[in-house]
């Protein structure tokens, strides 16, 4: 009886360690998160700051390719702000997170440039629905969750970008594709069940 329960706990043990991460069990998750390392790694091993540059630019386009997307895994691990300026940053693969936050004063300031420009003046989407600003409130930092949401919904709707009108350096190049992280609206967000 004590050898099969000492057996039997082992067996759970291991099973724990041979476990997919949970940002692979979501197909689509997983061939965004291949996508970026398939583009960053040849850069950055190549020294070449052109290349960097370029895979930067194509990872960018890889996310705003993505759109909107559902039951994506991820850890959150920083909370700022209160509940009307939440900011929010959630790891969902090796060294990639999404950013999302309800700053209306840096959202304003982006309506700045749309007056010179020819898009909607309407005002951009906070980057966290009242429902994810609620499930904030019952989650710890550290704590893997699920989220759905939609990829860039918040860089598209009139935040000034001054790296856009100016450039960026290499290194910050360089820094981006080691880790990436995404500007993104999330509309849920709950406790990861597995």
């Keep these: 009886m004590r050898r099969n ?3 039997g706990g082992a067996g759970l043990v291991l099973t724990g360690c041979f476990d997919r991460p949970c940002h692979e069990r979501n197909p689509a998750q997983k061939v965004f998160l291949d996508g970026l390392q398939e583009m960053a790694k040849p850069a950055l091993a190549s020294n070449n700051p052109l290349r960097v540059e370029e895979a ?10 993505v759109g909107a997307f559902e039951d994506w895994c991820g850890t959150l691990t920083r909370i700022e702000g209160n509940a009307q300026t939440a900011a929010v940053t959630i790891d969902i693969g090796r ?3 999404l950013y999302a936050f309800n700053d209306w004063a840096l959202a304003f300031a982006g309506t700045v440039t749309d007056f010179f420009s020819t898009r909607s ?3 951009p989407p906070p980057g ?3 429902a994810a600003v609620a499930a904030l409130k019952t989650l710890r930092l550290g704590e893997r969750v699920t989220l759905s949401g939609r990829m860039g919904e918040i860089a598209g709707s009139g935040v000034l970008d001054l790296s856009r009108l100016f450039g960026k350096s290499a290194a910050e190049h360089r820094q981006f594709l080691q880790t990436p992280r995404f500007v993104a609206r999330i509309e849920a967000l709950q ?3 597995k």
């Design 5 to 7: 329960f000492l057996l």
């Design 56 to 65: 930067a630019r194509q990872s960018i386009a890889l996310a705003g390719k």
């Design 95 to 97: 060294q990639v997170s």
């Design 121 to 123: 003046r309407a005002a």
């Design 128 to 130: 966290l629905s009242e």
């Design 191 to 193: 406790a990861s069940k």
